[in-house]
T-cell receptor, first 109, second 111 residues
């Protein structure tokens, strides 16, 4: 079945850019997602990209998709302390979402 | 209020007891999902439902039962709770399964 992998931790300084990476195995995945989870809360959909796109930008967020390498990334520009959270990559497969383990982003002032 | 809600938010129970977690959404979304979140595993799908009276197993369905008699409700029952079912449970809903919106979660502890 589909396997989605993320690195577990990322630490950045406030004001820097953050790049969170994700790899997946099923090349037929049609939608790919980024969710954010703050402590004690549910998952918030940040953005998603359709598989025929290479890039999607939404304010401080940029999603890049490399289908050849099955690699998805989320770039957060001008990272703020409020961006500290766990970020989940997910891929759509047959009506369901398959999630990565999540990357904990720590933003230091 | 509109949205997706879960109850209870916190639950402590004992091994062998039956527990039901509730999920309610006001968007009339067709799809509803139950996930569990455990450290090191991310989110894993337990059950999902494409419409009222239609349910299907996810990745980790053993020990759980679901029903969907009404579009807006999707209760999850642990028939005989075990310690391995200690977890945070999230419900989600979606119009066509593509964009899923999550509830705030239920933290369940089985002693």
């Amino acid at each position: 079945g589909e396997d989605v992998e993320q690195s577990l931790f990322l630490s950045v300084r406030e004001g820097d850019s953050s790049v969170i990476n994700c790899t997946y195995t099923d090349s037929s995945s049609t939608y790919l997602y980024w969710y954010k989870q703050e402590p004690g809360a549910g998952l918030q959909l940040l953005t998603y990209i359709f598989s025929n796109m290479d890039m999607k930008q939404d304010q401080r967020l940029t999603v890049l998709l490399n289908k050849k390498d099955k690699h998805l990334s989320l770039r957060i520009a001008d990272t703020q302390t409020g961006d500290s959270a766990i970020y989940f990559c997910a891929v759509y497969q047959g009506g369901k979402l398959i999630f990565g383990q999540g990357t904990e982003l720590s933003v230091k002032p | 209020d509109a949205g997706i809600t879960q109850s209870p938010r916190y639950k402590i129970t004992e091994t062998g007891r039956q527990v039901t977690l509730m999920c309610h959404q006001t968007w009339s979304h067709s799809y509803m999902f139950w996930y569990r979140q455990d450290l090191g595993h991310g989110l894993r799908l337990i059950y999902y439902s494409a419409a009222a009276d239609i349910t299907d197993k996810g990745e980790v369905p053993d020990g759980y039962v679901v029903s969907r008699s009404k579009t807006e409700n999707f209760p999850l029952t642990l028939e005989s709770a075990t310690r391995s079912q200690t977890s945070v449970y999230f419900c989600a809903s979606s119009t066509q399964g593509v964009e899923q919106f999550f509830g705030p979660g239920t933290r369940l502890t089985v002693l």
